[in-house]
């Protein structure tokens, strides 16, 4: 009897151990609790030109489906390559040639219906910091371009950016806020200033309530320091 009921304790306890294990695991990402309301995390960007085109790269991880809706659902990787071929290089169509994650992807990109780019999204994100890309346009073009990440050691990270953001926002967010849950969807992402054009990023980091309500800051990722806020 009495070993019996030591076995059923020993197992009790296994069980226990291991709630503990995968509760731990459950917080383990630099969100904490927030991480299941992270509807999309860019933090991964490379930028180069040549004579013919300008190519962006974008990676991280988002929603599938993408919805701004003040819900967050399942998350996938994913890599967006857009190209601005010059008036001299655009042609019908181009094609892609990836290199990252010691894999290589192939593909064509899809102009855009109001702007004179190209795009294609990839099914993987990469936390490479060099890359290769070779665009091969008509019959006439292939540039090959050796993207090196605009991240880099000196800039803070996504998950710092959101914590500097989180705290600026408090008040604008008790509203939203059931318990420790929040009622909201989370973006962070490395993006442009679109008034300068200039290629210099910064961290977006935005909260959208289920009424449409954004809340949302910009963050310089060197000094930390917050340039504007919306409330």
């Not at 020993?10 to 503990?20: C, E, F, N, P, R």
């Not at 890309?133 to 800039?155: A, C, K, P, Q, Y």
């Amino acid at each position: 009897m009495f070993k019996k009921i030591k076995k059923a304790i020993l197992v009790s306890g296994a069980v226990v151990l291991l709630g503990v294990l995968f509760a731990a695991c459950g917080t383990s990402s630099p969100f904490g609790r927030y991480e299941r309301n992270l509807s999309e995390l860019r933090d991964n960007v490379f930028v180069a030109y040549d004579d013919y085109m300008r190519i962006e790269v974008v990676s991280g991880r988002r929603e599938e489906p993408f919805v701004i809706d003040g819900s967050s659902g399942e998350s996938v990787p994913f890599t967006v390559i857009t190209i601005t071929p010059t008036a001299e290089a655009r042609r019908d169509s181009f094609s892609y040639r990836v290199s990252m994650n010691d894999a290589e992807f192939t593909g064509n990109f899809l102009p855009h219906p109001f702007l004179d780019t190209f795009s294609c999204d990839i099914a993987a994100s990469t936390s490479d910091r060099t890359i290769t890309v070779v665009v091969t346009g008509g019959d006439d073009i292939e540039r090959t371009f050796e993207l090196t990440s605009i991240v880099n050691d000196e800039m803070i990270k996504a998950e710092d950016a959101f914590l500097i953001a989180r705290e600026r926002l408090d008040a604008s967010l008790t509203d939203f806020m059931s318990g420790n849950r929040l009622n909201a969807e989370i973006y962070i992402r490395l993006v442009t200033n679109p008034i300068t054009s200039s290629d210099v990023f910064f961290w977006y980091v935005a909260f959208v309530t289920s009424d449409s309500q954004t809340f949302a800051v910009l963050v310089d990722p060197m000094s930390s320091e917050i340039l504007a806020v919306r409330e």
